[in-house]
């Protein structure tokens, strides 16, 4: 490559590497706003197998392992993140997410700290978000996956309160968990 395309390319390939290491919250089409210092990526990049203990499951197979028996459709990849997460909608239940995200801590990203608890499901830890998208009817639950790794279940209720959706996500979260890899 010559010099003017070599310095195009590297300030193309550093740019999109800043765009994936910056963490924003927000809205769809809104104005997005910085997560803050934890929710930013971490400084070094998962570099063997046992570092990603994610890889190679798929957020829609497992979304749809876990909601088996219960009428929901396929799910299909999320509009917002269709690489980790896949949604699946059902009449009357609302919208059902999962994502799968090797290198992401469970306890980072909180868009609504205010309205964040501390728990677990089965043994391992994760926190409820009640509204964090700022609407009636929404929760997210996310597990710990070692090494910081998660899995975050999100429910949007069509019609129910966010207690409802909280405990609908509560409930996808322990199905969800039973099909994550092993912390050790």
């Given at each position: 490559m010559t010099g003017p395309i070599r310095g195009f390319v590297t300030f193309v390939g550093l740019a999109a590497l800043a765009c994936a290491l910056t963490a924003c919250d927000g809205s769809v089409g809104g104005n997005p706003a910085p997560a803050g210092p934890a929710a930013s990526a971490s400084s070094s990049a998962p570099t063997s197998q046992s570092d990603t203990p994610l890889a190679g499951m798929s957020s829609c197979k497992t979304l749809d392992q876990a909601l088996t028996g219960q009428g929901f459709p396929p799910s299909t990849p999320s509009?917002?993140?269709?690489?980790?997460?896949?949604?699946?909608?059902?009449?009357g239940f609302g919208v059902f997410s999962l994502g799968l995200q090797d290198g992401e801590a469970y306890d980072t990203s909180i868009a609504n700290p205010a309205k964040a608890s501390a728990g677990s499901v089965r043994a391992r830890r994760a926190i409820l978000e009640r509204e964090p998208t700022q609407q009636t009817g929404v929760c997210a639950v996310s597990i710990e996956v070692k090494p910081e790794s998660r899995a975050t279940i999100a429910v949007s209720s069509s019609r129910g309160t966010t207690d409802e959706a909280c405990t609908k996500a509560r409930t996808l979260a322990s199905a969800?968990?039973?099909?994550l890899p092993k912390n050790t």
């Open positions: 509009i917002a993140d269709p690489e980790h997460a896949c949604d699946t909608q059902k009449e969800v968990e039973l099909l």
